[in-house]
């Protein structure tokens, strides 16, 4: 069993930065590929990036390539999204995953464990 728990979200005016963190706990975290995803009132939820167990292979969405910044510390059992450039579009629910088996997951179906999510809102 894997627990995450996220941490970081919050209002922001369109233009600005928010920083997330998703501490995880029980099963070895050095052995998990980690994501995050996001999912607005009405849609689907939607992959945003993902990191590799070690930390050296990331993946990102189109949409936030280039603003978003994925990493982890594996001594902390914590990965972390640093957004950047933040747009009213961005607004959503984010989740914290935690895979294995896959390569790069990127699909949600691809994630076994999640957290209950953070809310960023970007205003206009």
């Known amino acids: 069993q894997v627990q995450l728990v996220e941490s970081g979200g919050g209002l922001v005016q369109a233009g600005g930065s928010l920083g997330l963190s998703c501490a995880a706990s029980g099963r070895s975290f050095m052995s998990l590929d980690m994501g995050w995803f996001r999912q607005a009132p009405g849609k689907e939820r939607e992959f945003v990036a993902a990191?590799?167990?070690?930390?050296?292979?990331?993946m990102y969405a189109d949409s936030v390539k280039g603003r978003f910044t994925i990493s982890r510390d594996n001594r902390k059992n914590t990965v972390y999204l640093q957004m950047n450039s933040l747009k009213p579009e961005d607004t959503a629910v984010y989740y914290c995953?935690?895979?294995?088996?896959?390569?790069?997951?990127?699909?949600?179906?691809?994630?076994?464990?999640w957290g209950q999510g953070t809310q960023v809102t970007v205003s206009s």
């Open positions: 990191v590799v167990s070690s930390g050296s292979t990331t």
């Open positions: 995953g935690a895979s294995s088996g896959w390569s790069l997951p990127m699909r949600p179906q691809q994630y076994g464990y």
